[in-house]
């Protein structure tokens, strides 16, 4: 499996952006597809995950209420849409699919930046 993110750049506090997540291969055995990022000096941070099959939805308390992850599944395309941007949510912006019979998230996008300014 092979995902390709896009959407990321530069935008104003307040702000909005939407993230797109290309799946390509052997898509057929995904269950989740999870949007992850990464700020300097910071961890690695789950923020949205989706359940492939239901759309079943879950998000971190940092951006629950202005993030909304959505898919379609014709399309084997994710989406993170991003409203009331703040400049901590300046990240790269990973996603990443676990598939069936799978303990974690075994497919990762290349990431990509995401910054807020002032």
């Known amino acids: 499996v092979l995902l390709q993110a896009s959407g990321g750049g530069s935008v104003q506090a307040g702000g909005s952006l939407t993230l797109s997540c290309a799946a390509s291969?052997?898509?057929?055995?995904?269950?989740?597809m999870a949007w992850f990022r990464q700020a300097p000096g910071k961890e690695r941070e789950l923020i949205a995950r989706?359940?492939?099959?239901?759309?079943?939805?879950a998000y971190a308390d940092s951006v629950e209420g202005r993030f909304t992850i959505s898919r379609i599944n014709a399309k084997n395309t994710g989406y993170l849409e991003m409203s009331s941007l703040k400049p901590e949510d300046t990240a790269v912006y990973y996603c990443?699919?676990?598939?069936?019979?799978?303990?974690?998230?075994?497919?990762w996008g290349q990431g990509t930046l995401v910054t807020v300014s002032s």
């Open positions: 990443a699919t676990e598939q069936l019979r799978s303990s974690g998230y075994d497919y």
């Open positions: 291969g052997r898509t057929s055995s995904t269950v989740y």
């Open positions: 989706i359940a492939w099959s239901d759309g079943n939805t």
